[in-house]
């Protein structure tokens, strides 16, 4: 049976999905990782990769919350901190990848020249450890197959 796609049709500013995980869906990658509350105002103030530092405290805080949701038992929770870590890992290498964080030239739509930014390469790596930690952890896989099975069949 096909899982339900992300649901962008809902009136994300008055749904708190801690009180309504039944409208939560997992969807791919990072969707819905600046919509979904209350766990977007929870995660976003914490999330930073300029610099090593600021990644290396970032991931751990974020990946604390995801230990913290998951104990919780509050599987939306955890999956946004899983996409949070993903975000960082997926932005961080962009800005690694080209200074600007633009990977496509705005006027004519080409890719823009490669830069390499080892402080925002390495960021990129402290989010992406953490990332697949979560993405991987037992109980996270456990949560997320309940989640499945009770909402998005």
Do not use: C
Request: hydrophobic share 30%; net charge positive; charged share 35%.
């Amino acid at each position: 049976m096909k899982r339900r796609p992300f649901d962008y049709s809902l009136d994300f500013a008055d749904i708190s999905f801690r009180q309504q995980p039944e409208l939560y869906r997992v969807g791919k990658g990072e969707q819905g990782v600046l919509l979904v509350e209350p766990y977007k105002s929870e995660i976003l103030p914490h999330w930073r990769f300029k610099s090593v530092a600021e990644a290396t405290e970032s991931s751990s805080k974020i990946y604390q919350m995801f230990l913290e949701y998951l104990e919780a038992e509050d599987f939306p929770g955890a999956d946004m901190a899983r996409k949070f870590l993903q975000m960082g890992w997926t932005r961080a290498r962009r800005y690694a990848n080209h200074r600007s964080g633009r990977k496509y030239d705005k006027t004519t739509g080409e890719l823009l020249p490669r830069t390499e930014d080892a402080e925002k390469a390495k960021s990129a790596e402290i989010f992406y450890k953490r990332y697949i930690a979560a993405r991987e952890n037992a109980e996270y896989l456990r949560q997320k197959q309940r989640h499945l099975d009770h909402y998005e069949q």
